[in-house]
């Protein structure tokens, strides 16, 4: 009798033991988020603090995948606690993240160059379109190719690398420059004006007041840049690898969901910009699909970018006169945040 009495103590020791050690792990667990080696243990909620991203205009189906990361809680995964900045005419993104202020922004690829030859350790880490959306738009039927823009009125953004470029390589001597603001009132009072803009917006709004137009794709032209490519600093890169990689986890994640959920996320970036209307956004998120996950995307996944289009653009900038040195073109980008 007394015997099975103890072993029966026993067992309720040995029960008791075992149940200890395991709420002795699943404290560790949850207190801890890297085992005696410093690796991070599977499960746990990252903590790597704030991070703040600049985008190049008004919230707009452009930046859908990032309002999507946001609204969806994947930077939250991440251990992110994320902010999205909308740009505008007067805000630069390039500047704000350089200085420090923001870690993360979008810019376009030649912006990158540009900045870089000034001595701005910028770098992209990814780009969002693999065909810019970007466009010369035309009233209907007067513009067949880039070489009848000479004699036009052409309102573009002040030292715009494709606008250089497009001038000396259709030798147009006779256009009108002017500053691009935003607004498309003088170009829809001038049927000899062409303006530039997206693809995904504004030749929607001609069309929602009755202006005819065409457009002209600027990648059609030869300059075969990325556009709203994502960037950050080398010192970022350097110091805390592992929130860019976060970012850019919780960033692909978002663009994938919003690829098919667009129409779940649009009412979302329309409180960031109340300006916008459902109707533009579905017209935009169609437009934009295939700019973004077509093209070398298509094989190799959202946000890739190859070192021979980085080299082109590089080339025609310092023809052009641009940019005066020819940087080291594998430090201007990395794909290392989109091969994890």
Request: some cysteine; glycine content about 10%.
């Given at each position: ?28 667990s ?30 707009q ?11 969806q ?9 994320m ?5 505008g ?29 000034k001595?701005?350790?910028l770098v992209?880490i ?8 970007q ?27 494709y ?9 147009l001597t ?39 137009n ?8 030869g ?25 850019m ?21 329309k409180?960031?910009n ?15 699909e ?16 190859s ?7 590089q ?8 940019i ?17």
């Amino acid at each position: 009798m007394k015997s099975k009495v103890m072993a029966k103590f026993g067992m309720l020791i040995s029960i008791l033991s075992l149940l200890l050690l395991a709420a002795c792990g699943s404290t560790e667990s949850s207190s801890s988020s890297t085992n005696s080696d410093g690796e991070e243990k599977a499960g746990e909620t990252k903590e790597l603090g704030e991070a703040k991203l600049v985008t190049n205009w008004f919230a707009q189906p452009e930046h859908g995948g990032n309002y999507a990361a946001l609204q969806q809680g994947f930077y939250n995964e991440e251990g992110l606690e994320m902010t999205i900045e909308p740009g505008g005419p007067q805000v630069s993104a390039t500047q704000i993240v350089a200085s420090g202020e923001a870690q993360f922004g979008y810019t376009q690829a030649e912006d990158l160059l540009i900045a870089r030859d000034k001595g701005i350790p910028l770098v992209a880490i990814g780009a969002i379109f693999q065909k810019s959306p970007q466009v010369l738009i035309t009233h209907e039927g007067t513009v067949a190719d880039f070489g009848d823009l000479d004699g036009k009125t052409v309102y573009t953004a002040p030292g715009s690398g494709y606008w250089e470029y497009i001038k000396s390589a259709y030798d147009l001597t006779e256009v009108k420059e002017m500053s691009y603001t935003g607004s498309l009132a003088t170009f829809i009072e001038d049927e000899n004006a062409v303006t530039q803009g997206y693809v995904t917006s504004e030749p929607y709004s001609l069309d929602e007041q009755g202006v005819n137009n065409d457009y002209l794709f600027i990648h059609d032209s030869g300059f075969e840049t990325y556009a709203n490519i994502i960037f950050t600093t080398e010192k970022v890169i350097k110091e805390n690898p592992e929130l860019v990689q976060a970012f850019m986890d919780a960033t692909v994640k978002g663009w994938e969901f919003y690829r098919d959920n667009w129409a779940d996320v649009n009412p979302y970036i329309k409180e960031a910009n109340p300006e916008l209307t459902l109707e533009k956004m579905e017209y935009g998120a169609k437009a934009e699909e295939e700019l973004i996950f077509g093209g070398d995307a298509e094989e190799h996944g959202f946000g890739y970018m190859s070192e021979e289009r980085w080299s082109m653009l590089q080339e025609e900038l310092l023809k052009l006169g641009i940019i005066k040195n020819e940087d080291d073109i594998s430090k201007a980008f990395t794909t290392e945040f989109l091969e994890q």
